[in-house]
């Protein structure tokens, strides 16, 4: 089925640890999108995409790492893993940007101890 | 740069009344506006858009919500809910030719349908 795919779906991980959190979809879309959900806070842009090879910061992008080598994934990297990351993460793709809709994934819940 | 604001934080109401969930923006340029809804333990999915024309849109499970350019607001409602309205909805906004890429999330509304 086409859509947005995230794994792990949860994941715990202790401080200091590298982590990666995959993001595949099968539209073809062109933009992907990285979100963090807090309570209080809404959804936070950590970084954004516009096509393979072409990724950019958001509003909270610091300890974080993306790369995009090939249109369908788009991985999350938690370089070092601090407390403050322990976040619910949402992966979203869209057709052309600001003003075609999200499509999100199911998001990964991850707890750093 | 711009921003969303939602007022309400939670928003209990009986089964079959009306809702109102309001939202309002910031922005020095036009935008394009949406509301998504999101179920427990889902991610979120888009109710309506607005990014031309009428100001009154339509979306998904009988919501609406009109533009007021004037006040920056786009308020969804709803004239009748359900039980299974019971989710969280944000609203959210990204502004044409700048910051394109970009879309701005407000903090999101708990509704509580209650029986």
């Known amino acids: 089925d086409a859509g947005i795919t995230q794994s792990p779906r949860y994941k715990i991980t202790e401080t200091g640890r590298q982590v990666t959190l995959m993001c595949h979809q099968t539209?073809?879309?062109?933009?992907m999108f990285w979100y963090r959900q807090d309570l209080g806070h809404g959804l936070r842009l950590i970084y954004y995409?516009?096509?393979?090879?072409?990724?950019d910061k958001g509003e909270v992008p610091d300890g974080y790492v993306v790369s995009r080598s090939k249109t369908e994934n788009f991985p999350l990297t938690l370089e070092s893993a601090t407390r403050s990351q322990t976040s619910v993460y949402f992966c979203?793709?869209?057709?052309?940007?600001?003003?075609?809709?999200?499509?999100f994934g199911n998001g990964t819940r991850l707890t750093v101890t | 740069a711009q921003s969303v604001t939602q007022l309400d934080s939670q928003v209990p109401v009986f089964e079959e009344a009306p809702v109102e969930l309001r939202c309002n923006y910031s922005s020095s340029v036009s935008v394009y506006l949406f509301w998504y809804v999101q179920y427990p333990n889902q991610g979120l999915q888009l109710l309506l858009k607005y990014l031309s024309g009428s100001t009154l849109v339509k979306g998904i499970n009988g919501f609406e919500a009109e533009f007021n350019k004037s006040q920056t607001s786009f308020h969804l409602r709803k004239p009748s809910v359900h039980i299974s309205d019971t989710a969280e909805y944000f609203c959210?906004?990204?502004?044409?030719?700048?910051?394109?890429?970009?879309?701005?999330f407000g903090p999101g509304t708990s509704l509580s349908v209650i029986p």
């Open positions: 979203a793709s869209s057709l052309t940007g600001g003003n075609s809709p999200l499509h």
């Open positions: 995409s516009a096509a393979a090879d072409i990724t």
């Open positions: 539209w073809s879309h062109s933009y």
């Open positions: 959210a906004v990204s502004e044409e030719k700048t910051s394109y890429d970009k879309v701005i």
